[in-house]
Nanobody, 127 residues
């Protein structure tokens, strides 16, 4: 298993930026695809971005394309989500998740494929 701890959330004005980090412990991080999801009040959890364990392949939800960037540092067991041009509708609790022992070039947008989840970090964007 992989234990995940998110950080970097906070309150930011519209148009601002935040970088979320997710620190992982456990020896399988480097063979795990990683994803970021978010959940706003009254809404279902939704996919934001994912990256393969090789780091070479990533993909994004339509609303994140061009504004968010996912990256990972396997030497530091950490995955990041750089969020720019934030909008009030980005307000949510953001979760990172690990999909263990995947193909090195694979990452999923489906929450049910992820095995481990962090506790989440709140992102609030004011207008």
């Amino acid at each position: 298993q992989v234990q995940l701890v998110e950080s970097g959330g906070g309150l930011v004005q519209a148009g601002g930026s935040l970088r979320l980090s997710c620190a992982a412990s456990g020896r399988t991080f480097s063979s795990s695809a990683m994803g970021w999801f978010r959940q706003a009040p009254g809404r279902n959890r939704e996919f934001v971005a994912a990256i393969s364990w090789s780091g070479r392949n990533s993909h994004y939800a339509d609303g994140a394309k061009g504004r968010f960037t996912i990256a990972r540092d396997n030497a530091k067991n950490t995955v990041y989500l750089q969020m720019n041009s934030l909008k009030p509708e980005d307000t949510a609790v953001y979760y990172c998740a690990a999909d263990l022992d995947t193909n090195p070039e694979f990452s999923s947008e489906y929450a049910e494929e992820y095995d481990s989840w962090g506790q989440g970090t709140q992102v609030t964007v004011s207008s």
